[in-house]
T-cell receptor, first 111, second 114 residues
Framework: QQQVKQSPQSLIVQKGGISIINCAYENTAFDYFPWYQQFPGKGPALLIAIRPDVSEKKEGRFTISFNKSAKQFSLHIMDSQPGDSATYFC??????????FGQGTRLTINP | DADVTQTPRNRITKTGKRIMLECSQTKGHDRMYWYRQDPGLGLRLIYYSFDVKDINKGEISDGYSVSRQAQAKFSLSLESAIPNQTALYFCATNQAGGAYNEQFFGPGTRLTVL
């Protein structure tokens, strides 16, 4: 059972553009929504995370938008750079329980 | 991140062989996890352990077993490897009670079963 659905599976964006990756979840008990970034040959690493008491969180060029009523959240990368090319995973968890990951999005930023 | 290490980094084996993947961490975390990554399927949890005496099945535990030898060591075994277990395997750790439940991943083991 896939509790977190992520789209698109792959995305190509021109340098300087906005990259948008979407996730939808089913379990309304989830209360923690992180995004992980993975470069080739490396393990995933936490990029940014949000809790459902806010609708948006911004860290530099990276923003999470959260829509509790729609059970959706998204990652926006502003002014996308070639160095942002990586695989991105959304995830969700309830309290301190285990994370449930989305299917991943392979992002390519063309120079 | 050298705080979480996995051995081997690459392994090619044959169908029916037993294989063990090892994970060690120097972060002092209580919790450890094993995931497999497949294209289009994301990261799927195989087993997890919240402390040395605690072992739990994840969503895809069939064909796998684990051992938590110490707080710092968590190994994953494939008792009789099959080709559809060809994947990238990751170990991760985190600390109970951490503010953001952040998991720290090892560099991965690429396993090929012929």
């Amino acid at each position: 059972q896939q509790q977190v659905k992520q789209s698109p599976q792959s995305l190509i964006v021109q340098k300087g553009g906005i990259s948008i990756i979407n996730c939808a979840y089913e379990n309304t008990a989830f209360d923690y929504f992180p995004w992980y970034q993975q470069f080739p040959g490396k393990g995933p690493a936490l990029l940014i995370a949000i809790r459902p008491d806010v609708s948006e969180k911004k860290e530099g060029r990276f923003t999470i938008s959260f829509n509790k009523s729609a059970k959706q959240f998204s990652l926006h990368i502003m002014d996308s750079q070639p160095g942002d090319s990586a695989t991105y995973f959304c995830a969700a968890s309830q309290g301190a329980q285990k994370l449930v990951f989305g299917q991943g999005t392979r992002l390519t930023i063309n120079p | 991140d050298a705080d979480v290490t996995q051995t081997p980094r690459n392994r090619i084996t044959k169908t029916g062989k037993r294989i063990m993947l090892e994970c060690s961490q120097t972060k002092g975390h209580d919790r450890m996890y094993w995931y497999r990554q497949d294209p289009g399927l994301g990261l799927r949890l195989i087993y997890y352990s919240f402390d040395v005496k605690d072992i739990n099945k994840g969503e895809i535990s069939d064909g796998y077993s684990v051992s938590r030898q110490a707080q710092a060591k968590f190994s994953l075994s494939l008792e009789s490897a099959i080709p559809n277990q060809t994947a990238l395997y990751f170990c991760a750790t985190n600390q109970a009670g951490g503010a953001y439940n952040e998991q720290f991943f090892g560099p991965g083991t690429r396993l090929t079963v012929l």
